[in-house]
C-alpha cells in the first residue's frame, strides 16, 4: 500500500540534487552572461524599473516625469539622475500620486536588484534573471517528484533553460517572470504536500482500524507553503487568482484520491470533515493576508494613489483602519475596471489563440541605427518568442496528454492540464468579451506546464525501467532527437534573444514567419 500510495524515487538522492543544480547552473550562465545588455531601457521596463525604485524610496509607486511617448525619466534614469518624479507639497500630494494597474510584489523584487547594485539595467534585472535560474531548478525538481525520475527531471530544467521566452523574460525588468515562478513554486508545494499527505495515509492505514472517513492529516505545512506562492503570484499580478482556486480544488481532489485509494468507505466525507477546513486556512486565508501585505507601502504612506492619508490620520486609529482599508478597495475595484477594459491597440498584441503557434511575437527592443556589425545594415534584436521546437512540441505533447488522461485518469496529466488550461483559457474571454489588449508574454505562467506535458511525453515513449529493450531504445532515441534539435533551435535563435549586433540579413533568416517582424 505504501509503495502504491507513494512510488519510490529511481536513482540515488545525490544525484537527485546535484544533476538538477548542474541543468541550472548552465541556465544561470545563459542568463547572466551579458545581462546588463543592452545598456538600455526595454519594453516596460520603462514603467517597473522605475515603479521599483520609487517603491524603494517612497514605499509606493509614484508619478515619474514625462508621458508614455515623452518618457523625461528615462534618459535621466539611464544616467543615473535621482530627480525622475514629480514634486507635491504636503497639502496637495495628487500630482505624486501614481495610478498602477498591478499589484507591488513583483516591483518589489525588482527592487532588490536596484538596492544590490543599483538602478541600472543590471541591477533592475538581476532579480528577474535570480527567479528565473530559481524556477528551472524547481522545475527539474518537480518534474522529479512527479516522474521518479532525475533523468527526466533534469530534462525539464533542461528544457525550461532553452526556451526563447523565458530566457527573454529571465532577462528582462518586466512581472511575468515573477508570476511564473511563484505559480510554479506554488504548485511544487502541493506536489510535495501530495507525497507528504500520502504517507501519513500510509502510516494510519498500517497501524489503525479503517473507518468511514479516515484521519485528520494536520496543518500540512507543504500546503500553507504553496498558499504563501500563490498568495505571491496574486501579489504580482492578478491572473495568479486564476491558479489559486484551481489549486486549491486540485489539491482536494488529491486528498479524495488517497483516501479512496486506502479503501475508506467515505472518501468524499473524510474530504470534507479532515481536509477542507485546514485547506482553507491554507488556499484562503493565508493568501488573502499575504495579498494584503505586499501592499504595506500603500498603507504606510501618504503619496499612494486614492489614499485619503489626511483624513484618515486626523480622526483617531479606528477611522484610520476603516478609512484605509475603504479607499484600498476603492482602488482594487478601479484595476479591476481597467483591466477589463484594456482595449487601445498596440504593434505586437496578439490573440490567445495565436499564442501555442507563436504566431505574434513581441519585439522588446529594436533601435533603427545600429552599427558596426560589419554590414551595411545591422540589427540588435530582443525578440520575445518561445523557441519554436520546444513550443510546437508542446502542442503534440498536451494533445497526447488529453488522451492518456481520458484513458488512464493519470493524476500527472490532470494536473498538467488543468494547470495550463487555467493559465490560457480565461484569456479567450477577455479577447471576445472585452477585446483586451493582450501579448505572447502572459504564456509565461504556462511555460513549466509546457514542459511538464513534453517530459510526461518522454517518459511515456522511453517506457518503465523494465520495459522491452528495443521499445526502450527508440523511446531514448526520439527524445534524445528532440532535445537535440531544442538546443540547435536555442543556439540559433540565441542572437536575437540577447540583443547581439548582427548583420539584417542574419536577422531576417531567423524570423520564421512574417508575422515575426
Known amino acids: 500500500m505504501r509503495d502504491r500510495l507513494v512510488p519510490?524515487?529511481?536513482?540515488?538522492?545525490?544525484?537527485?540534487?546535484?544533476?538538477?543544480?548542474?541543468?541550472?547552473?548552465?541556465?544561470?550562465?545563459?542568463?547572466?552572461?551579458?545581462?546588463?545588455?543592452?545598456?538600455?531601457?526595454?519594453?516596460?521596463?520603462?514603467?517597473?524599473?522605475k515603479d521599483a525604485l520609487s517603491l524603494l524610496r517612497y514605499g509606493v509607486e509614484r508619478t515619474f516625469l514625462g508621458t508614455t511617448k515623452n518618457p523625461i525619466a528615462d534618459p535621466r534614469l539611464l544616467a543615473g539622475r535621482k530627480d525622475l518624479w514629480v514634486t507635491c507639497t504636503p497639502d496637495d500630494l495628487n500630482p505624486c500620486a501614481l495610478y498602477v494597474a498591478h499589484p507591488p510584489l513583483g516591483k518589489w523584487m525588482i527592487g532588490v536588484g536596484e538596492w544590490l547594485f543599483g538602478a541600472d539595467p543590471f541591477g533592475w534585472r538581476f532579480a528577474a534573471a535570480v527567479v528565473g535560474v530559481l524556477s528551472i531548478l524547481v522545475l527539474a525538481r518537480v518534474a522529479r517528484r512527479m516522474t521518479r525520475s532525475t533523468l527526466l527531471g533534469c530534462m525539464a530544467g533542461l528544457l525550461l533553460a532553452l526556451d526563447g521566452l523565458h530566457f527573454v523574460l529571465s532577462r528582462t525588468a518586466l512581472l511575468d517572470v515573477f508570476l511564473m515562478f511563484w505559480v510554479l513554486a506554488g504548485f511544487g508545494c502541493l506536489v510535495v504536500d501530495r507525497d507528504r499527505s500520502r504517507e501519513r495515509l500510509a502510516v494510519w492505514y498500517e497501524g489503525s482500524r479503517l473507518s468511514g472517513v479516515g484521519p485528520w492529516l494536520g496543518m500540512r505545512p507543504w500546503r500553507i507553503g504553496a498558499?504563501?506562492?500563490?498568495?505571491?503570484?496574486?501579489?504580482?499580478?492578478?491572473?495568479?487568482?486564476?491558479?489559486?482556486?484551481?489549486?486549491?480544488?486540485?489539491?482536494?481532489?488529491?486528498?479524495?484520491?488517497?483516501?479512496?485509494?486506502?479503501?475508506?468507505?467515505?472518501?468524499?466525507?473524510?474530504?470534507?470533515?479532515?481536509?477542507a477546513p485546514t485547506s482553507v486556512v491554507a488556499m484562503a486565508v493565508v493568501p488573502a493576508v499575504g495579498y494584503m501585505l505586499s501592499w504595506t507601502g500603500w498603507f504606510a504612506s501618504a503619496y499612494g494613489y486614492g489614499r485619503n492619508w489626511a483624513q484618515a490620520t486626523s480622526s483617531g486609529w479606528a477611522y484610520w483602519v476603516f478609512s484605509s482599508l475603504r479607499s484600498w478597495v476603492d482602488y482594487q475595484v478601479q484595476v479591476l475596471g481597467f483591466h477589463t477594459g484594456l482595449s487601445e491597440p498596440h504593434a505586437y498584441q496578439s490573440w490567445p489563440w495565436q499564442w501555442p503557434l507563436l504566431l505574434r511575437p513581441?519585439?522588446?527592443?529594436?533601435?533603427?541605427?545600429?552599427?558596426?556589425?560589419?554590414?551595411?545594415?545591422?540589427?540588435?534584436a530582443v525578440l520575445g518568442v518561445g523557441t519554436p521546437v520546444i513550443w510546437f512540441g508542446a502542442v503534440l505533447a498536451l494533445i497526447a496528454l488529453i488522451a492518456w488522461y481520458v484513458a488512464t485518469r493519470d493524476w500527472r496529466a490532470g494536473a498538467v492540464l488543468l494547470a495550463y488550461a487555467v493559465g490560457w483559457l480565461p484569456w479567450f474571454y477577455y479577447a471576445v468579451a472585452d477585446k483586451r489588449t493582450m501579448f505572447l508574454f502572459y504564456m509565461a505562467p504556462m511555460l513549466p506546464f509546457m514542459i511538464l506535458a513534453l517530459v510526461l511525453v518522454a517518459g511515456l515513449l522511453i517506457g518503465p525501467a523494465r520495459g522491452e529493450t528495443t521499445r526502450r531504445a527508440v523511446g531514448a532515441a526520439v527524445v534524445g532527437a528532440f532535445m537535440l534539435l531544442s538546443v540547435v533551435n536555442f543556439g540559433w535563435l540565441y542572437p536575437v534573444l540577447s540583443a547581439e549586433l548582427i548583420p539584417y540579413d542574419e536577422w531576417n533568416r531567423r524570423m520564421l514567419f512574417r508575422s515575426w517582424i
Open 8 to 49: 519510490p524515487f529511481q536513482g540515488s538522492p545525490l544525484w537527485g540534487w546535484l544533476a538538477p543544480l548542474l541543468v541550472t547552473a548552465f541556465g544561470a550562465f545563459l542568463r547572466f552572461d551579458r545581462l546588463g545588455s543592452p545598456k538600455d531601457i526595454v519594453f516596460d521596463e520603462t514603467y517597473y524599473a
Open 227 to 275: 498558499g504563501l506562492c500563490l498568495a505571491a503570484a496574486c501579489a504580482t499580478k492578478w491572473s495568479g487568482v486564476f491558479f489559486l482556486v484551481a489549486f486549491w480544488v486540485l489539491s482536494l481532489v488529491w486528498d479524495a484520491g488517497a483516501r479512496r485509494a486506502i479503501g475508506l468507505r467515505r472518501p468524499l466525507a473524510g474530504v470534507v470533515r479532515q481536509d
Open 362 to 380: 513581441v519585439a522588446f527592443y529594436y533601435p533603427t541605427d545600429s552599427k558596426g556589425c560589419g554590414a551595411a545594415k545591422c540589427s540588435e
